[in-house]
DNA sequence: ATATATGCAAACGCTTTGCATTTCG
DNA sequence: CGAAATGCAAAGCGTTTGCATATAT
């Protein structure tokens, strides 16, 4: 039904739109309550979310929130390049703010821990896939397996 | 019910068996007529076969095969490391024979399409990762996203 | 003989979809 | 007002599980 009073009349950050709000809008497209709430859960949120993660903040302060909306909206964003979707192995997939710069993923298969690495370290490879085999790694999309420090004595 | 005969009966292979074979048995585990099909068909196909690609090849010569097994059998290779499992990303997963020898994977975000990648460019990398952040990075399932060569043009 | 592996059917978790309803612009 | 977005419920997909039955050793 109203969706829009059960979720918004307490919301305090009404009428402050961030920076990817107004972004959203000069594409053409709505500034829904759904999208303001989930943009703002995946800014606030430090490092990377699940989608059920973002569903599962929204819907603490909006209970109205829905699921299929969650995806709806990080297939958009993700499409306009405002969000970046990161494939973690195993079936998790992970996002974050795209204007929150690069990092990339050592995901550790013994204990499931992930450490952020810079990407640095990333240059000679990206350049000699470049080289020999002409191909242009998507740096925004890398996660590494393996064991971990701890994991390993 | 007596799902051997209806399997095994115009089985040439039967009595033949592969070196994969005998392992499980020095292992401890039995030799059921399922296994060895899904050892072959694992064997056969070049390069890798995803779960339902495995079930679909052994079930279009032995109907009785069930994708349960297909799943529990391949868990147990998995784990005693006689195939290999690689997380291609997108939710799909893909097996091969370990003895095949390793290499890695370039994956087309485009089109899709997977390029085979010699293992020795990730050299340098595997060392900086141990010398920067004391990981060992698990090479064996490694896949890099971006863009091939033709879908750049 | 008996521990182990299988078949079956049901449930799983995450994601997608169709369609009626609501709402932003 | 009208196109676009949402809610809801149902289905989809690949995978896992519990339990009775069959079988390799």
């Known amino acids: 039904m109203c969706y829009r009073e059960s979720m918004l009349d307490n919301n305090s950050d009404v009428g402050r739109y961030s920076e990817t709000d107004q972004r959203l809008r000069q594409l053409g497209y709505r500034l829904t309550p759904q999208r303001m709430m989930l943009l703002s859960a995946i800014e606030e949120g430090e490092g990377h ?80 896939l470049e080289e020999k085999y002409q191909f242009q790694a998507d740096v925004r999309h890398f996660a590494i397996f393996g064991r971990c420090a701890r994991c390993r004595r």
Do not use: F
């Open 49 to 128: 979310v699940s989608a059920e993660e973002i569903y599962a903040r929204v819907q603490s302060r909006y209970p109205g929130m829905n699921i299929s909306t969650v995806y709806r909206t990080l297939d958009l964003l993700t499409e306009l390049g405002l969000v970046t979707r990161t494939d973690m192995g195993g079936g998790v997939v992970r996002y974050h703010p795209s204007n929150k710069g690069q990092h990339h993923h050592l995901v550790c298969q013994e204990c499931g821990g992930v450490a952020e690495l810079d990407d640095s370290i990333l240059t000679p490879l990206r350049e000699s």
